[in-house]
């Protein structure tokens, strides 16, 4: 098997280096194409878009470092730093983002979410955050993002700073719980088959070979041999398994790249890597 340890966007989103203008970032992405008949406003309703991507970031001291779209829906969105990161043991470093996209052609709405990225691996987990995430596109009616805007825009990300500091603290402990080869097996199992994993006393190699899927597959091998997967904080830890499953969702699943990112951010899959985290936590409670 072929291990990738690039980010799950790369070559389908532009990555930004500078601080580009709306209109500078659309055209290097080459995301100014028309999805309706009306080219002219399409192209303003996309740029307007990018214009509230750009100010809610800045409202919150986050900076936009990729943008892109998804090519089989009208999804527009950008990825934004929060400078609220950490590291586990064996330098194991993670990244924590704010997500801005919209769905709609007419760009009317963008929701915020928060997710981290881990260095080792390029995989991605989205953190639940319980604040507003959808908010209306002032800028398509108004030419300024104004004060009261601004102050949900703040308010917003700062939420999310939170959620990722307290998910640090969820990572550390993940990375220091062991685990052997059986309940590796088993969370694998219950995370992509767990119809299958409850009917199996004992999952072992003869398990693994009779019953894994595909995709089950893909993530015991991630399990041990994925990039980032010999560090201290991951080598046959819970941390580790967590990993296991949002790398191979961010990377392995699915043919196509767009596909594979799209459903890892917005489709079953994220679903997927949420039920990961959950059972990750359980783990913990079991002690």
């Given at each position: 098997m072929q291990w990738i340890d690039e980010k799950p966007w790369r070559g389908i989103a532009l990555e930004i280096e500078t601080n580009l203008s709306p209109r500078e970032m659309m055209i290097r992405a080459d995301i100014d194409r028309p999805l309706s008949k009306n080219k002219k406003l399409k192209s303003m309703a996309n740029q307007k878009a990018v214009r509230f991507f750009k100010a809610f970031a800045e409202a919150g001291d986050a900076r936009i470092e990729a943008f892109g779209n998804m090519e089989s829906e009208p999804i527009m969105w950008v990825l934004a730093a929060l400078?609220?990161?950490?590291?586990?043991?064996?330098?194991?470093?993670?990244?924590?983002?704010?997500?801005?996209?919209?769905?709609?052609?007419?760009?009317?709405n963008v929701q915020a979410q928060f997710l981290t990225l881990r260095g080792a691996g390029n995989s991605t987990l989205h953190l639940p955050?319980?604040?507003?995430?959808?908010?209306?596109?002032?800028?398509?009616?108004?030419?300024?993002f104004d004060d009261e805007m601004t102050?949900?825009?703040?308010a917003t990300i700062d939420a999310g700073r939170q959620a990722i500091s307290v998910f640090a603290?969820?990572?550390?402990?993940?990375?220091?719980?062991?685990?052997?080869?059986?309940?590796?097996?088993?969370?694998?199992?219950?995370?992509?088959?767990?119809?299958?994993s409850s009917q199996l006393p004992v999952i072992g190699e003869k398990e693994i070979e009779e019953q894994a899927e595909d995709k089950t597959r893909k993530a015991i091998a991630a399990f041990k041999n994925a990039p980032g997967q010999e560090l201290e904080s991951a080598r046959?830890?819970?941390w580790g398994l967590l990993n296991a499953v949002t790398y191979t969702v961010d990377h392995l699943l699915l043919k196509n790249q767009d596909t594979r990112l799209r459903q890892a951010w917005f489709g079953?899959?994220?679903?997927?890597?949420?039920?990961?985290?959950?059972?990750?936590i359980g783990l913990l409670k079991k002690d």
């Open positions: 400078n609220e990161d950490f590291t586990l043991p064996g330098g194991d470093a993670v990244r924590g983002c704010v997500l801005l996209f919209s769905k709609n052609e007419k760009r009317e955050v319980k604040v507003r995430s959808t908010f209306r596109n002032t800028l398509l009616l108004s030419p300024m102050q949900k825009a703040k603290s969820d990572a550390g402990r993940l990375a220091e719980h062991q685990v052997d080869d059986e309940t590796a097996n088993r969370y694998l199992f219950d995370v992509f088959q767990p119809g299958v046959m830890t819970a079953f899959n994220a679903t997927v890597k949420k039920r990961a985290f959950d059972l990750a």
